[in-house]
């Protein structure tokens, strides 16, 4: 069974940085392509980034240019000039999701 556990948010001023982390069970990493996603309070869960098997990465128009998506044995966003508009939960999944690997999530907070 898959597990997924993501840390690394917390709060920060607009401009700061922060690197998410994603921890998982089993050969996920290995035999899935991976995305990050994130969801605000009351909107819908977006697609920030994703990456697949052979690396090749593909990232949201509003993150562009500022995140970077990343995987080894864990899977990585390293987000730069952070705007408050990135407030939300964060989560890492296989791109697509699959609905059961769903985990809690990590908050990220920016404020102006």
């Known amino acids: 069974q898959v597990q997924l556990v993501e840390s690394g948010g917390g709060l920060v001023q607009a401009g700061g940085s922060l690197r998410l982390s994603c921890a998982a069970s089993g050969s996920i990493f290995s035999r899935d392509n991976m995305g990050w996603y994130r969801q605000a309070p009351g909107k819908q869960r977006e697609t920030v980034a994703y990456?697949?098997?052979?690396g090749s990465t593909t990232y949201a128009d509003s993150v562009k240019g500022r995140f970077t998506i990343s995987r080894d044995n864990a899977m990585y966003l390293q987000m730069n000039s952070l705007k408050p508009e990135d407030t939300a939960v964060y989560y890492c999944?296989?791109?697509?999701?699959?609905?059961?690997?769903w985990g809690q999530g990590t908050q990220v907070t920016v404020s102006s």
């Open positions: 999944n296989s791109y697509p999701p699959r609905n059961e690997y």
């Open positions: 990456i697949s098997r052979d």
